[in-house]
């Protein structure tokens, strides 16, 4: 490596001068945040789903999402570099989506600008704990109607608000967790509300 000399003055690395924003993704068993972390990451995602087994059953509520046949036991991770509007990395942290592992959303939410609520209109109430979560850390967050396919009614954004008793200024959007310019709508979405929330 070269030292710079006077007429070569030295250069940031160009993703040194990027905003480095970490986002947490969380929601009920099977909402699909395994999913969207996949669908968005520029890296290979680090994943942690193991086979569901005999041993979930009484444990692990599958109704509505019969087809399952994995489940996070730890976290994903996944990341995605913008260039506009702002030059930014986003760090992607998926929560665990069982109850007994929620010990580990407060590690995972250490340092987070925000986060995404993963809502599944199939088991909406599932989403109350992460939309808890959030709120108890005053940690903005904005909420993603997950649409499957074969979803016997797709709702408002009005009607998603005032079934989980949402602020005013928590903002709600319907995405795909499967497509990827459906999740960057929500994650652009999300960090101007934080911005916003935090000046």
Known sequence: MTSPSPDR????????QRFALKILIAGG?????TTMVGAISEIQPLTTEER????????DDTAGIEHKSTTTVSLDFGRRTFTRPLPMTLFLFGTPGQDRFAFMWDELAFGAVGGVVLADTRRLADAFTALDFFEQRRVPFVVAVNEFDGAAHHYAADEI???LDL???????ACDARDSRSVITVLITLVRHALATRT
């Open 9 to 16: 003055p030295l250069q940031l690395d160009r993703a040194a």
């Open 29 to 33: 068993f099977g909402a699909g945040k």
């Open 52 to 59: 569901l087994t005999d041993r979930s059953i009484g444990v």
């Open 167 to 173: 602020p005013a200024d928590v903002p709600v959007a």
């Open 161 to 163: 608000r005032e079934a």
